[in-house]
DNA sequence: TTTCTATTTAGAAATTTTTCTAAATAGATA
DNA sequence: TATCTATTTAGAAAAATTTCTAAATAGAAA
């Protein structure tokens, strides 16, 4: 995860504006692409780049029961 | 000239560090090239990419003949 | 001016990146 | 569990970028 890593993630102006629509909310893959005119798969590489760069996190909502306590 | 430009300029490690280069003195082409392992053309592509994103600029040392005056 | 050296340009080859399709996997819902 | 939807992976195609060679141009020096 250098620096050139880092910039090369950045130069991507796809990846630049996904990292703008995840900046105020969390989005699933399917909801990014809305914002494109590409195929998931396309989106699934970008996201790919952009976590193998340590720009973006993955939180993961499994199928939780939430339970009083 | 806009920012999507100047940073795919930047994104070339080699255009980096002709930057780098650059930053406290003065070197023709072929200097610069003589830091890397390519021909001269190539280091010219690069020089005119740095130039395009108005990242470089050219000083002209003609043949000038200094007076006083 | 003529010649020598440096740089740029044109066009092709090589490499890298982006994108797609099809298939596989993962996750959610009935 | 079985099925439906979402996401990822694999591999190929398309597009963009980097690099080279050869030729042209520009600049400097004799």
């Known amino acids: 995860m250098g620096f ?20 105020d909310k969390k989005l699933s893959a399917g909801d990014i692409g ?20 340590g720009l973006l996190f993955e939180t993961k909502y499994k199928n939780l029961h939430l339970l009083r306590n």
């Open 34 to 53: 809305k914002h494109f005119d590409m195929t998931g798969a396309t989106i699934s590489y970008h996201l790919s780049q952009l976590k193998k760069a």
């Open 4 to 23: 050139p890593e880092t910039f090369k993630a950045l130069s991507d102006p796809v990846r630049r504006e996904i990292l703008i629509l995840l900046k």
